[in-house]
């Protein structure tokens, strides 16, 4: 399984309430959760994300509330992975349940930039920053993690 895409790069504690405002928590639908995505850290965000693109952020990236809306705005938003130095745990867990592919990767989140063009192969870890010619090692998912991402989520993986 590979991801390529363009680069979004944020911060430190990026948290759920700018992945997504609590103002919109009143939809669970993913496609109008997207639409509201990222919008009080980055307003153009939703404006310029293509599908594939990738999210690349420092330290403690999904902090905050436990809400799963959180990845499910990403994921909708067409962000085929987020890279990050680390995640608040309910995030990354939250993101393996509804099928959204997550690394930490500290060498990655600080070299790559904004704009960069980034592949990444979930079978090998390895993070290749198109860009600037550079690879990083980020941790490979478990087969099993990668047939939840496959399966679009738990639920759907628990269902075949």
């Known amino acids: 399984m590979k991801a390529n895409g363009s680069v979004f790069k944020y911060g430190d504690n990026v948290d759920t309430d700018v992945i997504i405002p609590a103002r919109y928590l009143n939809s669970s639908d993913p496609a109008e959760l997207a639409t509201h995505c990222m919008e009080d ?28 809306h959180a990845p499910i705005a990403i994921k909708a938003a067409g962000v085929s992975c987020v890279i990050a130095e680390t ?27 904004a704009g960069d063009d980034v592949e990444i192969d979930f079978d090998s870890g390895v993070i290749t920053d198109k860009t600037k ?25 628990i269902n075949q």
């Open 87 to 113: 995640f608040a745990r309910i995030f990354y867990r939250n993101a393996i349940n509804i099928g959204l592919p997550i690394i930490e990767c500290p060498e990655a989140a600080k070299g790559i930039d």
């Open 41 to 68: 850290i980055d307003k153009a965000f939703i404006k310029n994300v293509k599908k594939g693109d990738i999210i690349v952020a420092t330290r403690n990236f999904g902090c905050g509330s436990s809400r799963e």
């Open 133 to 157: 010619g550079t690879t990083f090692q980020g941790q490979p998912f478990p087969p099993f993690m990668q047939k939840i991402i496959a399966a679009e989520g738990l639920i759907n993986y």
